[in-house]
Each structure stands twice: as structure tokens, then as C-alpha cells.
């Protein structure tokens, strides 16, 4: 099966590559047809880099063209015609309008009476047709810079002629980012104009799940099987186990999918598609991965019964091609960060070489969920079965209790995982024991919890959607239900009821009053479980304030600790 990197839809052809049809593809089609008998003709295909709309497009293109039904079952459902004709245009920097004349090498002055011509030759002939506008984006950038009201005025003629009922015709333009974000240093008169041309295209996401990439990944290595031996498939069986307990792939995912991923483990697939989502370009990260060779690389890998191309393996598969995206400032700065200074401590102490070679392992395992699984337990028997059964090493619980007293990971209650830590003198969870005899268990007054909510503001979608106007509620926190008449421009109000004792008969009450109004009630029964996250983050508080104020380390922890107590209050 080949493999292109990177497509051009006017100058390659579907037969230059062997496309996979997947369930995301089949939902694109579904809502271009669905679209387009409902009146509506231009559409953006909204996808980040890599997830293969250009491949889609060809493969459409060929779908339609030879009737292969792969795609498109039944042609019909763009009208009785007798073929279909794609008008592809890959984008650059410059005008649409020159773009287009100079594709269709027409006489006419204005690009849209030599589209109106070439139209009419088509529909003589009874032919659908699919004007194509890839890496559309470009052609934004240059709209926004470059005299924009006469750009937009452009894009605007074209989709009012494409969009026509009677007309056998379909726009596509492919985007990597919303049409809205290419505005951004536009005046508030030119945004208002670009919005007002940005309704005429209805947007389609183009995004491919995990599972949807997994699928993908065992087509492409299907090709070059790695026969499983029969010593090996007890404890891929008891990985796939552990990946479907702990929820890191999905019910769905099949044994039989997961075979075919050999020598990668459920676990290390999943981590290495996430890691290519979030780093690379999607899809062609995929496949440029697969389709590797040499140190390193899962095509020179050699697996054993109890050695697959494990997370370890994905860790520094990662660390050498994404060193950029990896040191740059994102999301998982912090993470990255923290499994950098772990391998350095570790590397510095005195062990034997088994010893370091094993911890590294594990250090790199539990740095990697830490990352893409922060609501997965990562306990000791998880780290033991994955060590064992993935990473070959025969005595893990040893290296986790090791690498434990060396304060170079340690295990979070708070999140019921094993973290990496940077190390502090201090005894964090006796510490959080001893401040619960110290701070008082708190009330859900006003005061307590009212800084917690969020957000403030809420759009009420359903009336905007049915007439038009933008309706504003407004949360209120309360501890018992009031009724208040809105003013200004806020709508209405939904009440945070949330009772210091049980009010829940009053509440419903005044909500089926007669003079009730625009205010809606919450009741929060869950009291308990809200006052318990409440005194974690006082307690942590005090900790920080009291006992690590001068343990950068600590605080951090604390701070961490803190941050996602506040996290499961919102």
C-alpha cells in the first residue's frame, strides 16, 4: 500500500494512493449530501493539518467518477445526472478571482461569467459540477490583507452563484481553523461583512477520533504483518485488558483491531496517536511514522513475548521528532518538563545499569499518562502488569518503591496516580492529615462557594436558534430560592441553589409560582460530596500558607493538588 505525505488535488490522482474509506469519511459525505438537498451548495471542510482532506477529495472525486459506491452508494442523491466534473484549485497567496480565471483560461473579463460558461457547457452535457478550493485558507489570509471589501464582495458573487437551487453544482473549500479566525485584525465594519459571507458556507468538521486513526494504523500494517507468536499472545491479552479496564481505549476497540497493531501494545497506540494529534498533523504524522525505518523505528523493531514497541519506545520516538513542538510553550509544558528533570535525577545516582535502564522505563511510562491520561488510575498493579508484560521487566514493584523513597515519583491520593516529583523534605499527605484537625470543615454559604462558579454569563442557544435575539441568563449563587424581576440586559437568572438545610420543597415552589419569570432553579442535592472538595482546597491552602512557604516544590505540588480539587468543583 503507498503512501504520499502531503497531496495535491491538481496534480495527483486517486490512483497515486490507496485510500481508506473510514466512518468519519462516510459522515462528511453524509452531510454534504444532506446539505446539499436541503439548499445548501458551499461548504467548508474544517480540519487541522494531516487528517487527509485533500485525500478525501480526490478519493471523492474518484468515487463519483468511476462509480466505485465506496463513498457514495447511490449517485442519485445529487440528481439525475450523467457524470461529474471537478474544477480543483489548490490555494495560494493571492486573489480568488485570479485563481479561478486563470484555471478556467476563458476569454471573459469577469471570472464568474466564465464560470457561468463553463456551467453551461457542463450542464449541455448533463454533468454534476464540484468546484474545489484546497488550502482555501491561503486565499483568506490574502483577502484580509489585500483590499478586503473587494475579496469579500468576490467570495460573496461566487457563493450566490453557486448556491442557486436549480444549479447542479457544489462548492468545497478546505480549512485548517474556523473562516471566522482569518478576521482577526480586521475592522469591526470588515468582521461584521466577513461574518455575513462566512453564513454562506456551511462548515463540516473534518476530524478522525483515535479509533478512527488506530483503524487507519492497522490497514497501513496490514501490508507488513508482525506475526504474533504464541508465546507472546497471553500477555498482549492481559494488555489489552489492562487498556480496556482502565479505560484508555474505548468498549468498542476490538481484540482482534488490537492484534493487528502488533508490536504495538494497545497502550503505546493509543498514546502514540494522541501524541500525533496534539504534535504533528494527524494522519500524516501516522504514516510517516509507520512507514519508518532505522534506530528506533517500528518497522527495525524486534518484539518479544514480553517486549512490545511500548510507551517507552513511542517516549522517544516522540522526544527525537517533535523536539520543537515538545520544548515549545503549550499545554504539557509542565509535564514534559518534570519527565526531563526525572530522567536527569535518575541518571545521576548510583545504581546498577539494570536498575537505571528499568526506572527509565517506568519513568517514562508514568510521565506519558501523566500527560494524555490524567483521569486514568495509575496505580502500582497498573505499572506492574504494563512493566511486566510490555516493558520486560520482572520485578517492577521493586523499581516503583525505589524510585519512591528517592522522591523521584510518588503516588497522588488526590488523583489516585503515580506522578513524577521533583522531591521535597516534606511528608505532603501527613501534612494535609494534620491540617484536617486544624481547618475547619466549611458551610456552602455564598461566600464559600460563589467564587468557584463559572462562567457568570450563559446564552440561552435554543431562543437564539428560533427567533433570532440573543436571550442573556445570568448564574446567581443562593443558598435558598428568591425571585428577581431582570434588568438591563441580562433576560433572566439561573439560581445555584445550594441549601444549608432541605429547602427542596420551597424551591419547588416558588419555580411553579405564577409571577416565577425568567428564573430558573438548581437544587444541589450532592451537598456533601461539594463541602468535602471545599475542605480539600482549604486545608491544601493552609498547608501552603503554613508549613511549605519556603518549599518552591511542595507549593507546586499543593498548587496542582489544589488547582484540580477546584477542578472537580466546576
Known sequence: MSYIPSINIEHNTANDFNYIVTENAKLVVGGLVNGYN??????????TYGT?????????????KKRIGQLVRNRK??????????????????????????????????????????????????????????????????????????????????????????RNI??????????????????????????????????????EPVEQLLYLTTQQMESKPVAMSSAAKPGFTILYDLATTSKIVSDSFKFSTAEKLYPLDPISA???????????????????????????????????????????????YLRYHYFSALTETNADSTGWRSLTVALERIG????????????????????????????????????EVYAQNAMGINQPLAII??????????????????????????????????????????????????????PRVFLA?????????????????TNEPINIEPVGEIDGYIHLVFPLSDIQAEVKEISEAANAGANIYAYFKNTETIIKHLHEIKKLQYVIENVAMDDNVAKSELENQKRYEAHKLN
Open 348 to 383: 545521576s545516582i548510583d545504581a546498577s545499569s539494570e536498575f537505571i535502564e528499568a526506572a527509565i522505563k517506568i519513568i517514562k511510562l508514568i510521565g506519558l499518562l501523566n500527560i494524555f491520561f490524567a483521569g486514568v488510575r495509575l496505580t502500582k498493579e497498573f505499572i
Open 38 to 47: 436541503s439548499g445548501h451548495h458551499s461548504f467548508t471542510l474544517i480540519g
Open 77 to 166: 442523491v445529487f440528481g439525475d445526472v450523467k457524470d461529474f466534473e471537478f474544477l480543483n484549485i489548490v490555494g495560494d497567496y493571492t486573489s480568488l478571482s485570479k485563481l479561478i480565471g486563470s484555471k478556467l483560461e476563458s476569454e471573459a473579463k469577469n471570472p464568474i461569467d466564465a464560470l457561468h460558461q463553463y456551467y453551461q457547457q457542463l450542464r449541455r452535457q448533463n454533468k454534476f459540477l464540484f468546484i474545489v478550493i484546497d488550502e482555501f485558507g491561503k486565499i483568506l489570509e490574502y483577502a484580509a490583507n489585500n483590499n478586503p471589501e473587494k475579496e469579500l464582495y468576490f467570495l460573496q458573487k461566487l457563493a450566490e452563484f453557486v448556491n442557486v437551487p436549480s
Open 52 to 64: 487527509g482532506k485533500s485525500s478525501f477529495i480526490l478519493a471523492l472525486e474518484n468515487d463519483l
Open 170 to 207: 457544489i462548492l468545497l473549500t478546505t480549512l485548517h481553523q474556523n473562516f471566522g479566525s482569518y478576521a482577526a485584525k480586521l475592522t469591526e465594519t470588515q468582521r461584521n461583512e466577513w461574518q455575513k459571507v462566512k453564513g454562506r458556507f456551511e462548515e463540516v468538521v473534518f476530524a
Open 461 to 477: 442557544n435554543a431562543s437564539y436558534y428560533q427567533i433570532g435575539t440573543p436571550r442573556y441568563f445570568e448564574f446567581k449563587v
Open 401 to 454: 518503591d525505589k524510585l519512591t523513597s528517592l522522591k523521584i515519583i510518588r503516588y497522588a491520593q488526590y488523583k489516585s496516580q503515580y506522578i513524577l516529583f521533583e522531591g521535597t523534605n516534606l511528608d505532603l499527605e501527613d501534612e494535609l492529615y494534620k491540617a484536617a484537625g486544624i481547618v475547619p470543615t466549611p458551610t456552602l454559604s455564598i461566600e464559600e462557594i460563589g467564587g468557584y462558579v463559572r
Open 270 to 316: 493509543v498514546v502514540l496517536t494522541m501524541a500525533i494529534q496534539r504534535y504533528g498533523q494527524n494522519e500524516r504524522s501516522l504514516f510517516s511514522f509507520l512507514t519508518a525505518k532505522g534506530n528506533g523505528s517500528l518497522n527495525d523493531f524486534t518484539p518479544t513475548p514480553t517486549n512490545t514497541y511500548n510507551v517507552r519506545e513511542v517516549c522517544d
